[in-house]
């Protein structure tokens, strides 16, 4: 069966350090794969998704993901971390059966920035 | 565009009684999706509708749940009778699947408490 396993339940880094948040997969074909954002009290937003093609992803508030097939992984990067990225970080892939698509969510990796 | 748009946000009621949660997806989207987030599982797939026909509802958790979607501009999500165990945060989310995989949009949830 499909997984994503996000190794990390709680990351502490220091403001303007860098950050690499871990996501593995476990799926048969090419995956689709997402990283969502969610703040305090807010639903999910996207951060960046692939598909296919070049295999460093680039998303918005300065997040840059890379997908490695070799290791089954898609770690998400920041080379600088800013107070408002402290929010939880969900890594899901995309799954696919019989012409339908639905999500697969990891459990999520909480982030706190120290000033 | 409004996005998705969830009613109520709050809902505090006590056991036993009918809850009733609203989601209006984005116009055109196709794909509509609602999870449950809670501290002890995480965000879970509960149902999905593609075209305004429940695909998967392998993740409604017991009979006591249920989900419609009466045209492609509305979906209810009926608890009853509803437990304290319930508690949640539930989220619906919408997207426009033609072709192919596609970022889900999320809606900002619905806290709902049981007393």
């Known amino acids: 069966a499909q997984s994503v396993t996000q190794p990390d339940i709680h990351i502490t880094v220091s403001e303007g350090a860098s950050l690499e948040l871990r996501c593995n997969y476990s799926y048969g074909a090419t995956p689709y794969l997402f990283w969502y954002v969610q703040s305090p009290g807010q639903g999910l937003q996207l951060l960046l998704k692939y598909f296919s093609g070049d295999t460093l992803v680039q998303g918005i508030k300065g997040f840059e993901a890379e997908f490695k097939r070799s290791q089954s992984s898609f770690n998400l990067r920041k080379p600088s971390v800013h107070w408002s990225d402290a929010a939880e970080y969900f890594c899901a892939v995309g799954e696919t059966t019989s012409g339908t698509y639905k999500y697969i969510f990891g459990t999520g990796t909480r982030l706190k920035v120290l000033a | 565009d409004a996005g998705v748009i969830q009613s109520p946000r709050h809902e505090v009621t006590e056991m036993g009684q009918e809850v009733t949660l609203r989601c209006k997806p984005i116009?055109?989207?196709?794909?509509l999706f609602w999870y449950r987030q809670t501290m002890m599982r995480g965000l879970e797939l509960l149902i999905y509708f593609n075209n305004n026909v429940p695909i998967d509802d392998s993740g409604m958790p017991e009979d006591r749940f249920s989900a419609k979607m009466p045209n492609a501009s509305f979906s209810t999500l009926k608890i009853q009778p509803s437990e304290p165990r319930d508690s949640a945060v539930y989220f619906c989310a919408s997207s426009a699947v033609w072709s192919g995989m596609n970022e889900q949009f999320f809606g900002p949830g619905t806290r709902l408490t049981v007393l």
């Open positions: 116009s055109g989207h196709n794909s």
